[in-house]
């Protein structure tokens, strides 16, 4: 059983498109997590997201919008992609943020046309 | 906020040798350290981890060190293999709220058989 899921595993889309990463997690863990590895491997945190609160990364473009349906799930959503956006996104997950080891989801890998 | 610095970002070693990465911290109140494995292609795994209860951890060829009152901490890999060749990342976190871990920047480990 995957513990921390994400689909599409690829997506190959137009610069202007708006286009959704879904993530769900099995584990049972309060708090979620956005990431974007860049081609140099930089780690850059995007989204912290768990019941009761929304962290986001100041440096986050606004077209880009975590959606969390529930505990389980949450979703990046991005509005008119640019160039830029290429790049492999890691959904993850852990039990009380900032204690615990997070759980990553196979990436996904988005290029831009 | 945090900032984590890694050390080296490429280490070339050969099969059998010993490698050592580095990371330093600056916020004091950071209390817990993972360290994360992303081989090619796939997802960061977590390899090992300490809190500043401890001065060492040890999981057989792997270990972590801390030295809280210099804010540094370092993975030591012996032996190493091919299949040690990947990107580790270390971070650093906090309990007690909303935190979430910073990365270092990666280091690109190169074993030669």
């Known amino acids: 059983d995957t513990a921390v899921s994400q689909t599409p595993k690829y997506l190959v889309t137009q610069m202007g498109n708006d286009k959704s990463i879904k993530c769900e997690q099995n584990?049972?863990?309060?708090?979620m997590y956005w990431y974007k590895q860049d081609s140099k491997k930089f780690l850059k945190i995007m989204f912290s997201?768990?019941?009761?609160?929304?962290?986001i990364n100041e440096t986050v473009p606004n077209r880009f919008s975590p959606k969390s349906p529930d505990k389980a799930h949450l979703n990046l959503h991005i509005n008119s992609l640019e160039l830029g956006d290429s790049a492999v996104y890691f959904c993850?997950?852990?039990?009380?943020?900032?204690?615990?080891?997070?759980?990553f989801g196979d990436g996904t890998r988005l290029s831009i046309l | 906020g945090e900032n984590v610095e890694q050390h080296p970002s490429t280490l070339s070693v050969q099969e059998g040798d010993s490698a050592v990465i580095k990371c330093t911290y600056s916020?004091?109140?950071?209390?817990?350290f993972p360290w994360y494995k992303q081989e090619l292609g796939k997802r960061p795994q977590l390899i090992i981890d300490?809190?500043?209860?401890?001065g060492e951890k040890k999981d057989q060829r792997i270990a972590v060190t801390l030295n809280k009152t210099a804010k540094h901490f370092s993975l030591h890999i012996t032996e190493t293999q091919p299949e040690d060749s990947a990107v580790y990342f270390c971070?650093?976190?906090?309990?007690?709220?909303?935190?979430?871990?910073?990365f270092g920047r990666g280091t690109s480990l190169i074993v030669h058989p």
């Open positions: 993850a997950s852990s039990q009380e943020s900032g204690y615990q080891p997070q759980h």
């Open positions: 584990l049972g863990h309060d708090t």
């Open positions: 997201y768990n019941n009761k609160e929304l962290i």
């Open positions: 916020d004091s109140a950071s209390n817990y």
């Open positions: 300490i809190r500043s209860n401890v």
């Open positions: 971070a650093a976190s906090r309990s007690g709220g909303s935190y979430i871990p910073t």
